[in-house]
């Protein structure tokens, strides 16, 4: 058991340095030795977690994935801002994120699927719509592969735009507009009124969401 968990701080350990290389330098220049300097890892450590500069790549860019989950609402409409603004404050605050959407949005990245994100944040939207449409939240013209395609790619848009002009310092201010301009032409009025479309929203949702998974750690622990 000891022996297990070493080896899971060590692989998180190399990703972790693996993020903060990607994020400074880009995939393209990053080099192996680099990520092992800033882990203080052995080659042999790395190469037993990871085969190569790529895999390390797709590690980081499935991380960012998994550290945290959403609640659910009533509202699923509610659900679909809560991804997006929760996804705006972990930009803020989470190298391993930023890292994963360098990747993602890095043009010069050769020989790296950089579609995993998109169509997994896709696929989160659209089933999210969906559940919202056959509740009666859309408008009846909605198409939910559209628009949850629309969602991902704005948010793509705003988040470079961000990092560009400031570093992500205003994404929790761009996003929470960008759902006020998106949402009126999908959402049913009644719906849209009750919407928290705060500045505030994603750091609420990821205070919610951590002591979620507190909880659940607790309960897997005593089982």
């Known amino acids: 058991m000891a022996e297990q968990l070493r080896a899971i701080r060590t692989r998180q350990t190399i990703l972790s340095a693996a993020a903060k290389i990607f994020e400074e330098h880009g995939y393209q220049a990053a ?3 680099q990520i092992l300097t800033e882990a203080g890892v052995t080659k042999g450590a790395l190469y037993f977690h990871f085969h190569s500069k790529e895999d390390l790549a797709q590690g980081v860019l499935s991380e960012q994935d998994q ?3 959403v609640p ?4 699923k409409v509610q659900e679909v801002v809560d991804v997006v603004m929760l996804q705006a404050h972990r930009l803020q605050t989470d190298p391993m994120v930023r890292a994963g959407v360098r990747l993602t949005m890095d043009q010069l990245t050769q020989n790296l699927d950089r579609s995993g994100p998109f169509l997994r944040w896709g696929e989160v939207g659209l089933d999210l719509l969906q559940q919202a449409q056959a509740q009666g939240e859309l408008l009846p013209h909605i198409s939910p592969p559209e628009t949850a395609e629309v969602i991902v790619g704005s948010f793509a848009g705003v988040q470079s735009m961000s ?3 400031c570093e992500y310092r205003d994404l929790v201010v761009r996003v929470s507009a960008l759902m006020r301009h998106l949402l009126p032409s999908a959402v ?3 719906v849209l009124a009750s919407l928290d ?3 505030s ?3 609420r949702v990821y205070a919610e969401a951590l ?3 507190e909880l659940r750690d607790v309960l897997e622990t005593a089982s």
């Open 163 to 165: 990092q560009a002009v």
């Open 188 to 190: 049913v009025p009644s």
């Open 67 to 69: 550290r945290i989950i």
């Open 197 to 199: 479309l705060s500045e």
């Open 31 to 33: 080099t192996i030795s």
């Open 72 to 75: 659910m609402r009533a509202s």
């Open 201 to 203: 929203r994603g750091a």
């Open 211 to 213: 002591k979620a998974a």
